[in-house]
């Protein structure tokens, strides 16, 4: 078959992967320069190592985004760590990346307190039978179960921060127990940065017959007469026996508006956050604790959500000697900071690093970099899974996985991998019958 992919991030090249292995002709298009998606990264000349655009990097849990790697021989290029995560509580910052570290935290207080959460906590580690739980939002089913100190000192501030006011209260449960279930405090990432990583895979693709069109959007995608899919680019159009769009179910819905309207009112329908990151080089290292991951309350006046000090991670010597921060908050994509420019934004955000660290000075900022996109977070909401769409569409021959259908599962590459293996797999099945 002659197969079109739309999208060279992780969901299209692993899937783009099994199908040239299947003996299957495979065209990638991707509207930019380079494959990765939202993985991708980039890298100043004095670096050895590329810098992920978006905060970026693997549990030891994610199964298929490591199998991928080994298929691939690169196992050999993982870096493995465990960097510290620390919450915030009364002005001061506590471990959270342990099960003992959390019980320690004060800001659960004690006795009863510490004992819901730690049960909470087991049985939601311990359980694989989330489907009971996307039938109640986390702000009830912690407050029964956790309590109310332990909700609203640790997970409240968090929904807050990740989903804002407007939709904290109102996400399922599952979405929790998918983030707590399987976790790992070790994480890994690859030799070079995520962006070498695509770069090696998409390599790999086309050393194996993948033709990937970069710069090449898609504007339209439609069904001839003859059952053929047309996808058309900018002063091109091409035939494909089958077609999977990656894209975010918006823009889907823009490509594909041939779709029965159920189909396309479905797309139009899913809740999603976009995000909004500012990077920081700076002159001197902000936590000399070593802390990586600030989990940041809003409620305590922080302009962002995560604070990730990333050559806590990683050696500064792979950046050139540059301490590199990660400023970053999921927002809707009607809020200010869309609009601000990266001067305004980084005046929003330098009160913070100085709340983190009084030594801090403008002055040690030696470069700034922003990042935005519109689709960056899904909002599952209660009985979620109904509203997911199918990865067949309705129209023969077209199909479609996005970070959107990966639920329970929280957004992620090791989901994109999986995804886009599975809609591998349900086009090579059709095509057999």
């Known amino acids: 078959m002659k197969i079109a992919i739309v999208g060279c991030g992780l969901a299209g090249m692993s899937a783009a992967y099994d199908l040239v292995n299947a003996g299957h002709q495979v065209d990638i298009f991707e509207s930019t320069d380079y494959p990765g998606g939202l993985a991708g990264g980039f890298k100043e000349p004095e670096w050895t190592w590329s810098l992920e655009k978006f905060y970026h990097h693997w ?73 009971p739980m996307e039938h109640v939002t986390v702000d009830t089913w912690m407050r029964k179960w956790a309590g109310e100190t332990a909700y609203n000192q640790m997970w409240l501030p968090m929904l807050d921060g990740k989903f804002g006011e407007h939709y904290a209260r109102q996400v399922n449960m599952a979405w929790m127990w998918a983030r707590l279930h399987s976790r790992t405090t070790k994480l890994a990432t690859f030799e070079g940065g995520f962006q070498a990583f695509a770069d090696a895979f998409a390599a790999e693709l086309q050393k194996r017959g993948v033709t990937i069109h970069y710069k090449t959007g898609v504007d339209q995608i439609h069904q001839n007469d003859d059952g053929k899919i047309t996808v058309a680019t900018k002063g091109s159009e091409q035939n494909f026996d089958r077609c999977l769009v990656t894209v975010s179910p918006a823009l889907m819905a823009h490509m594909a508006p041939d779709l029965p309207s159920d189909y396309l009112q479905g797309l139009l329908n899913l809740k999603s956050l976009g995000a909004v990151v500012m990077v920081l080089a700076i002159k001197h290292r902000l936590s000399d604790k070593g802390y990586y991951w600030f989990n940041l309350p809003k409620a305590a006046g922080f302009p962002f959500l995560a604070l990730v000090e990333h050559t806590n991670f990683l050696p500064k010597e792979y950046y050139g000697g540059d301490h590199l921060l990660y400023c970053g908050d999921y927002l809707e994509t009607d809020h200010e900071y869309f609009k601000l420019t990266q001067e305004e934004l980084l005046e929003r955000f330098l009160p913070a690093l100085q709340r983190i660290n009084p030594e801090f000075k403008p002055d040690w900022v030696r470069k700034t970099w922003l990042f935005k996109t519109n689709y960056a977070q899904p909002v599952p909401l209660v009985d979620h899974s109904r509203n997911i769409p199918d990865i067949r569409t309705p129209m023969a021959g077209l199909y479609f996985a996005s970070m959107s259908q990966v639920y329970p599962w929280d957004r992620g590459t090791n989901f994109a991998v999986e995804i886009g293996r599975k809609a591998a797999r349900m086009i090579l099945t059709d095509s057999q019958k």
């Open 59 to 131: 549990f030891l849990s994610d199964s298929q985004m490591l199998g991928l790697i080994e298929e691939l021989g690169l196992k050999d290029h993982l870096v493995i760590r465990q960097p510290k995560t620390v919450m915030y509580h009364k002005g001061q910052f506590y471990p959270f990346d342990s099960i003992p570290a959390a019980i320690l935290y004060p800001g659960l207080g004690w006795g009863i307190n510490k004992i819901r959460f730690g049960l909470a906590t087991l049985y939601i580690r311990l359980t694989r039978n989330w489907k």
